[in-house]
């Protein structure tokens, strides 16, 4: 049992962390099969060189993106493998590599599961992630097993995890088990529902909150919620599917009975979402409002915000103008980057809007200086703009 619930913590902990990137294991071939043994994972493998092009632009703008950071530290074991190197060159006698950068999904037996030559673009690198996931479907033996008659807690578990693993309903069988009245331990109970609960509109979902102490107990509180927020987004998400607002407001209820204290800025941000699948500018803008106010003049608040507007409300004025006050309060952030103040400035003068764009810039370049830094690069920028005012 103990085993058990350290596989489970290890192999659910990544969800909880907030990523910058991907983070790559430090280490031999030999001690990675060996974690993702322990981890019950599969292997991403970056078989690189420091003179490819590809390879840098890779390490540089897609390895850093936070969403391909928490999907890949979340599914694999990432490995960075020089083929230069004597480490590298070892690996390629056992996985050829003939071409740069050349991406392997490998199991943790070594087993090759998925290969792909060439860089690639974030959203692709996921979806091939997601495809090596899919084609390590180890189910089918568990499944043969469970319809045996098989109840073991260990194997139960594993399959639903398996099930879960590779995007196949594990619904059905989690509520079969359960309905059974299987003599498991309350520590039993929750790890399964920990695994089992992946949507807010099942009675699994009801079940993991009856046992909320004892789910925090073989986890942690940042692992529950983060659980209860994915169960809930993806009910979200099917009311959006189904345009089917019940299922909306049963996400929400289930939100604030599960975790009252984040309730509010999910509630608002259910809402928005369900605007903004629909088109409803004012609606969103409404529940964006009152999102800032409930989850405070944050960074992060203001990044989502802005992404909204400039993806989905780039041809609304009303839009435009919450877009230059939001954009303004981002500037005010100390996480805000020297890139965001180039950026809108570079917006604001195409805009037509030289004295905020050279506005912009300035209070860049005093930024930069009050941290003792050269702002040589930021001074240029903003000569430029006062000649093209």
């Known amino acids: 049992m103990k085993n058990l619930l350290l596989s489970f913590m290890l192999f659910a902990l990544p969800i909880c962390v907030s990523s910058q990137g991907i983070s790559f294991f430090e280490g031999t071939w030999e001690d990675a099969l060996e974690e993702a043994k322990t981890q019950e994972k599969s292997l991403f493998v970056d078989a690189y060189t420091t003179w490819c092009g590809p390879c840098k632009a890779m390490a540089k703008k897609v390895f850093t993106q936070e969403s ?22 070892k690996w390629g006698m056992t996985y050829s590599v003939s071409a740069y950068p050349t991406l392997y999904f490998v199991s943790s037996n070594g087993d090759v599961i998925k290969k792909s030559v060439g860089g690639k673009q974030p959203d692709d690198l996921i979806n091939l992630g997601k495809e090596a996931i899919a084609s390590d479907d180890r189910s089918g033996a568990y499944a043969e097993r469970f319809e045996d008659g098989d109840r073991d807690f260990d194997m139960v578990f594993k399959y639903i995890k398996e099930l879960n693993k590779v995007g196949k309903p594990s619904l059905a069988v989690a509520n079969k088990y359960f309905k059974e009245k299987p003599e498991i331990t309350a520590e039993q109970k929750a790890t399964l529902l920990l695994e089992a609960v992946t949507e807010a509109d099942s009675k699994l979902f009801d079940k993991l909150v009856e046992v909320k102490s004892a789910a925090i107990s073989v986890s942690s509180k940042e692992i529950f919620e983060e659980k209860i927020e994915k169960a809930c987004l993806k009910t979200v998400n099917k009311a959006i599917e189904y345009e089917y607002e019940d299922l909306l407001k049963e996400a929400i209820t289930k939100m604030d009975d599960a975790i009252p204290s984040k309730s509010a800025v999910f509630e608002n941000r259910a809402l928005m979402s369900y605007a903004k699948a629909f088109d409803s500018y004012d609606e969103w803008e409404k529940y964006a409002k009152k999102y800032i106010k409930k989850s405070g003049k944050k960074y992060e608040t203001y990044t989502e915000l802005l992404s909204d507007v400039k993806i989905f409300y780039k041809e609304n004025e009303k ?13 005010k952030c100390d996480e805000c980057t020297d890139e965001e103040f180039i950026n809108y400035a570079k917006f604001l003068s195409k805009q037509g809007d030289n004295k905020k764009s050279i506005e912009v810039a300035t209070a860049l370049v005093e930024k930069i200086k009050k941290k003792g830094k050269d702002a040589g690069r930021a001074e240029q920028f903003l000569e430029y703009l006062k000649q093209q005012s």
């Open 319 to 331: 839009a435009q103008e919450n877009y230059h006050k939001w954009y303004d309060e981002l500037l």
């Open 68 to 89: 391909v950071g928490e999907f890949y530290n979340q599914h694999f074991i990432n490995m960075k493998m020089d083929m230069e190197k004597e480490e590298g060159m």
